[in-house]
């Protein structure tokens, strides 16, 4: 009796279970051959897929990364495309859900994920996180990299401000559930503290944001990353004041720009004014356009160049650099990159200065503005900004106009569209074999409004018709967008052309 009322073990119920399952053998073939005619189907399908394999041979040939790889796979993916969108928007109407990329707030308020991390980081200057950046191959200590700045420019009698623009998160905690604003990293405040104790002025924008808010006026714009006109004006007088500018309340023109956020364009929803309304601001025309020969340079990301790029549709003339010069009363210099706030406007004042151009000539201040993200995710790479001799170049210079034939040699990565804050984007090129001798450094437009262009399709060792012209000429118009360049030395002092591909 007792052995018939014994209770089963989970291993003998399910030894008892999967010993009385019954498959037959027409069930067996047919579900083999469902599941091989499955799993092979979609690799034939997305060959032949009108976008595919030749991105993957570019991405692989070109970065030499697996990682690289798997993202153009993922790029082209004949799954991505037709469910996405279709899954998108069944979350937003179930659930008010956003993706990797967006987090929906309350009242319709948007926030790109990359800045709520920055949040939720245990601490930027701890060192396992340190430790764990550098293992992933760049240099994660902004300490070093902007003391070692600071240093540089001092030796030059130049004064270095620093501007960590505050994330949208730690200014709107409240629409993501929190109660206390502003929020802030925990390293923040032994960042700024190491800042001032090497003789950096940091300003510190927070507590002024969460001000605005409570006297109502947004820092920020709702389906945006960036702020809102009037934080960037009053951002601009505070830096006038700290460099010891006297300005007066002058009445400047204004134009009305109406756009939807570049957080809601990540959302990948082509209606997505059906859930998130564009926006209106006024835009002010401080009639202040940056010159090189200032004694102020401006190093800037997307924050600085949102009102006066006319690619990021928020208006023009109207942005960092014009407002700093209107409230300085002399126009600033300004090198401006969306994007790679950590380094990239850093590494092009490096490399003008390796060229032998001296862009810090006569200079007595440089602004050193980034979205304070980067502190958490950034490359902090310590960069030289000893001044070099114009050195022989080996790559084709252009004075004119002029169409070549050519083979491409690199190129540079081109990131998915709606996967970044920046819906522009210019590659780099390295052309060889030019009309059958000489190479050259070229940049191309390679994504407008997220789509990617024709030059973005190239893949290594084509041949390509391309119409070059100077740089120079493009470099206000261009110089600004978001920009991948070669990881080598003797391509990143080369003289740049820009091209545009000929059409057979």
Known sequence: MAEMTKKLSREEIANIEV??????????????????????????????????????????????????????????????????????????????????????????????????????????LRREKLHKRMLAGVQPDPVRAVIDFKEQLAKRGIRLILLPVPVKPMIYA???????????????????????AAGITVIDLADDFVA????????????????????????????????????ADVHFPSHKATNLGDIAAMLTLPDCERYFPVETVSVRDYN?????????????????????????????????????????????????RNDAGAFA??????????????????KKVVVYEFAIRELVNGDWK???????????SKFLEVSAPREVTATLLGATAVPRPNSAPYKDHVMSLHLGDIDGNGQALVYAVSMRDNVRSDAAKLRVGDTVKIRLEPWDKYEAQYGSWNRSEFDNEELLLATPCFGTLVKK
Request: aromatic share 12%.
């Open 212 to 247: 605005m808010r409570q006297n109502e006026c947004e820092p920020y714009l709702k389906t945006d990353t960036h702020w809102t006109p009037e934080a960037m004006e009053f951002t601009a007088r505070k830096i006038a004041g700290e460099i010891g500018s006297q300005f």
């Open 382 to 392: 310590m960069l030289d900004l000893t001044l070099g001799k114009v050195p022989e």
């Open 288 to 336: 202040s356009r940056p010159q090189r020969d200032s004694e102020i340079l401006l190093l800037g990301d997307s924050f600085a160049n949102i009102y006066s790029l006319p690619a990021m549709n928020w208006g023009e003339n109207g942005g960092l650099a014009e407002a700093l010069g209107a409230f300085c009363n002399t126009p600033v210099d300004a090198i401006l």
């Open 19 to 124: 010993g009385h399952t019954t498959v037959s053998g027409a069930q067996k073939w047919f579900l083999t051959v469902f599941f091989l005619l499955f799993i092979g189907s979609y690799p034939c399908v997305q060959i032949f897929w009108h976008q595919p394999f030749g991105e993957w041979r570019k991405m692989e040939t070109a970065q030499k990364t697996i990682k690289a790889y798997e993202t153009a796979i993922e790029d082209t993916s004949l799954l991505r495309y037709a469910l996405l969108t279709p899954a998108q928007r069944f979350l937003m109407n179930a659930f008010r859900i956003g993706n990797e990329k967006v987090i929906v707030g309350k009242d319709g308020w948007l926030f790109f994920a990359g800045d709520y991390e920055y949040l939720i980081n245990p601490g930027f």
């Open 174 to 196: 409240d629409q993501l559930g929190g109660k206390t604003i502003p929020v802030q990293n925990s390293s923040f405040a032994e960042f700024k503290k190491q800042m001032e």
């Open 345 to 362: 406007t850093r590494q092009l004042l490096a490399n003008e200065l390796k060229r032998g151009r001296d862009r810090l000539a006569g």
